[in-house]
C-alpha cells in the first residue's frame, strides 16, 4: 500500500523551510518531490540598487554559514574588472578568515547529523568544539557570523603577533578534540548504522547533475575550486582534495572531517607565513564597464558570481550561484528507495542552505 | 595546465559553428586560469555548444540573464569542462531559447529560473514548472516594481488581519 506523505514547509525535522511530497510503500521511499520558494527574498535585485561598497554588506547577508564567501567572490569579481592588484598580506588573510568560517560550518553540519542519528552527546561535544572557532571568530573579527573580512582591493582586518598566537592556541585546543570526534564519527556503532548505504549519490549522478563540494567529492567527484581554479593564496598554500568513493552520508560525513583538519593546517601555514605587505591598496577604487565571473569553494562547494558594470556606481546585473542550488537536485537520487527516518539525515548531507539558494 | 584542453575547445567550436557566427576570446588570470568568452549571433548554436561541453565531460554551472540598455535579453551560460570557464553569451530577442536541459541536465534549475524571473522561455524544457514562486505572481517580474507587501500577499502587514477578520464574519451566522 501506498501512502503519501507531506514534509515540511516548516516542519520539526528540518532547519528551513522546504517541502517534501514523499510517496512511500510500507516503510520505503518511492518517489519524492521537493518545492521550494519558501525564502525567495529577491537579493539579486536589491543588489543592483546599491553601491559597489554597499553590495560589500548586502552579500555577507546573501548566507550565514558561508557569508565569508560572499563578498570574497563578490570583490574578486569587482577587482577583476577594475584591474585592482591585490597584496599578497591580504590575500593570504582572506585565506584565513575563509578557512576559520570552513571549519566553523563543516562542524556545525557534523552536529546536526549526530543529532538527527539521535547521538545527542555528540552533538553536544562537537557543538561545544566548534565554540573554539566561534571564540576565534569574535575575537578577531568581533562578530560571530559575519566576519566583514573582505574588502575592494583587500581585507578589513590585520593579524599582529599577539593575534596569531591566540588563534595558533586556540586551533592547539581544537585539534586533539577533532582527532577525539573523528574516531567517535567513524567508527561509532551507532553512526555508522545510521550512514553507511544510506542516500547513496554514484558517481555519474554527480557528474551529470554538476553536484559540488563535499557532496561531489564523496562520490569521487575533485572539483574543489581551489584546486582546480586557484585564486587568492591556494596557489601557495595548497589544499588536499579529500576523496571518498561510498557517495553515502558516511562518505560525505567523512570528506567534511577530513577537510575540518585540512584546514586546520591551512590556517596555521598561512598565519605563520603571512607575508608583509599592505592589507588594501586602493580606497575608493574607479570601477569601469566591464564583465567578470569568479569562482571560490565555499564550505558547500563551489559558488560563482557574475558581476557586469557599466562605469556607474552599481553593477548592471549580478548573479550568483551557491552550490545548494545544484546540489539539491541529488536528492531525487539518493532519497528513493531509502526509509522514511533516513530522509532528514540524508537531506542534511548535502549541508542545505536554503536563503541563499533561493537568494 | 589547461593549454591543451583550450585548444581542442576552441577547436570543436571552430568545427562545429560557422565561421562568421561567432566571436571567440580567451582571458588569462594572475594564476592562471583560463576563462573562454564565446558570443553566439545565432541563438541556436547554443545546442552545439552544449554538446561540444557534454563530450569534453562539462556541465553548466549557471546561466545568467539580464536586459541589456537596448532592451534585449541578453543569456551568458557559464560552463565548465575540468575546471575551465567558456561563458558563452547569445541573445534572445523574442524572449525564446532552446532548451540545453536535454543535453546538460545541470542547467535544469537555471533554465526554469530565467523563465520565471525574465520570462524567457526555454524551448523543450522537460519539466518547464515554477522553480521559487508561486504561480500567482506574472512571469518576468524581476522587470516590474512590485511592493514588498502584495509579494508577501499581505502576510507581514495588517491586510492580511482584515482580510480574515472579513472572512470570519462571513463565515458566521
Known sequence: MSTKIPVGPFHIGLEEPIYFKIDLEGETVKEVDMINGFVHRGIEYLAMQKNFFQNLILTERVCSLCSNNHPFTYVMAVEKIAGIKVSKRANYLRVVADEVKRIASHMFNLSMLAHLVGFHSLMTQTMEAREIMQDIKESIW??????????????????????????????EELEPQVDEMMDIYFNDKIVRARTIGVGVLPKEDALRLGITGPTARGSGVNNDVRNKAPYAAYDELKPIVMLEEGGDVYSRMRVRWREVKDSIRLVREAITNLPEGEIVTQRRPHIPAGEAVTRSEAPRGELIYYLKTDGSQKPERMRWRVPTYMNWEALRVMIPGNKLTDVSVIFNSIDPCISCTER | MYETLKRKVKTEIKERLDKDSYQIKEEIDEKGNVQIWVKLFNKKDILHIAQIIKDFGGRCVIISAYKSKDDDYVLVYHLDIDGMLVNVEATATDKKIDSITPILNSANWTEREFKEMYGIEPISHPNPARLFLDDSIAEGILAEYMPLSQAMNGAATCCMWERIESERNENEY
Open chain 1, 142 to 171: 568581533g562578530n560571530r557570523m559575519d566576519m566583514s573580512a573582505n574588502t575592494l582591493s583587500g581585507v578589513k582586518y590585520d593579524l599582529d603577533e599577539q593575534r596569531i598566537e591566540y588563534i595558533l592556541n586556540k586551533l
